[in-house]
């Protein structure tokens, strides 16, 4: 977190918006009155005086469940100055959010879901301060019905849960053009100084909960480009890596990434914008992700997706992923080697439409329901919100 500015105070207003950075997108898309919304950004923080003065002289005088960090003192400092009658974030793996109603029983508190979430407890590190608390929200718009299970398993409760797909996704309408002739690889790239020798652990867990290193991440990113880029020649198709860059200046650090592990030469393309992603992806032909979001985003959007080693990827486990029905399928597989993938590759760009047609029945509770313009969130997030 930073600081970006200090005011003295802030109004009331019916929608409180946390955490603007993720959730602008979200509810740009839900039909709300902009002026009715007040928006909080938990990453570049406005400190404001007053309410913080009032919430630390409320802790002090009267008897309010114990606040043990200083975000959620923030944060509770805003609600109680801005004094909505409902909390929108679609940041749903943040516990702090999931405690609101243990401070405001009377708000309503709506999360959505930004991202496909593995097995592993919410944020860890938080767990010491948040025991004997209980974690609930009002409504939740979940991605795929198949997740309903995470959220009771790290002991969320939501009094409803809608599944709606992919809001961002949604809202874009799908490309009528004729899919190129080419395979476009999602690349995993994770943020860090990977020239740096003593910087190359990384947060994520192996199976037996150990942390992981950056050089184990750059080995499968190795293995899948040189494994993706010699089948597309040998194929005939056109060979295209996905960034996650969202600007330039991270664009250009993933091109140094690429150029680092020795693949400078093959065509990069990163999002300038989310129409531009998901119109850019839908002309591809097939896809290769090893478990991202934006794959399954893009299956629900009808496109050819294989997902390779999605349980090796970065030593995590996604419940929407496809190991629950075997470590290998039509369109993915657990394993790295890529002697043993290249085979399920080549079935994999020779399935027919009526192929996936039959897929889609098959795992239909797996997959992403495509909800074309976002009707059936608009339909419950009225009705929920009216009064």
Not at 55 to 76: H, M, Q, T
Not at 157 to 185: D, Q, R, W
Not at 340 to 349: K, W, Y
Not at 362 to 378: F, S, V
Request: with cysteine; glycine share 4%.
């Amino acid at each position: 977190m930073k600081i970006a500015n200090v005011k003295w105070g802030c109004g009331n207003f019916r929608i409180l918006v946390l955490d603007e950075l993720h959730s602008a997108t979200f509810v740009k898309k839900m039909n709300v009155d902009p002026c009715e919304i007040f928006f909080v950004n938990m990453h570049r923080l406005t400190i404001y005086i007053l309410p913080l003065l009032k919430i630390i002289f409320k802790k002090l005088l009267r008897n309010v469940p114990a606040i043990n960090n200083l975000k959620e003192l923030y944060l509770l400092s805003i609600i109680d100055s801005v004094n909505p009658s409902i909390i929108f974030t679609a940041v749903d793996n943040n516990k702090n959010y999931w405690c609101i109603k243990n401070y405001y029983p009377e708000k309503k508190i709506f999360l959505f879901q930004n991202g496909l979430r593995g097995t592993t407890d919410l944020k860890a590190r938080e767990i010491f301060f948040l025991k004997r608390r209980k974690f609930e929200v009002d409504h939740i718009f979940i991605m795929t019905r198949a997740e309903k299970d995470w959220y009771s398993e790290n002991g969320l409760k939501a009094k409803h849960i809608h599944v709606c797909g992919s809001i961002k996704s949604n809202h874009i309408e799908l490309s009528k053009e004729i899919p190129e002739n080419k395979l476009v690889y999602l690349l995993q790239y994770k943020k860090h100084n990977y020239r740096n020798a003593s910087q190359q652990i990384s947060r994520y867990l192996n199976e037996s909960g150990e942390n992981i290193s950056y050089q184990e991440i750059y080995g499968k990113n190795i293995i899948a480009i040189r494994t993706l880029y010699e089948f597309c020649k040998s194929n005939l198709l056109d060979f295209e890596i996905f960034g996650r860059a969202k600007d330039e200046q991270s664009a250009l650090m993933e091109r140094d990434y690429l150029t680092y592990l020795g693949f400078g030469h093959i065509n990069y393309v990163y999002r300038t914008s989310e129409l531009d992603t998901y119109q850019y992806l839908d002309q591809a032909k097939y896809i290769v992700t090893h478990g991202s979001t934006l794959g399954h985003e893009m299956l629900s959007r009808g496109r050819a997706v294989f997902f390779w080693s999605v349980q090796r990827c970065f030593g995590r486990d996604t419940v929407f992923g496809y190991r629950k029905f075997g470590d290998s399928g039509e369109f993915w597989t657990d394993e790295i080697d890529p002697v043993l993938f290249c085979p399920r590759l080549s079935r994999f760009i020779s399935y027919s439409d009526s192929d996936w047609s039959q897929f889609r029945v098959k795992y239909a509770r797996a997959i992403l329901p495509l909800d074309d313009k976002n009707t059936r969130l608009h339909q419950k997030l009225h009705k929920a919100t009216l009064g």
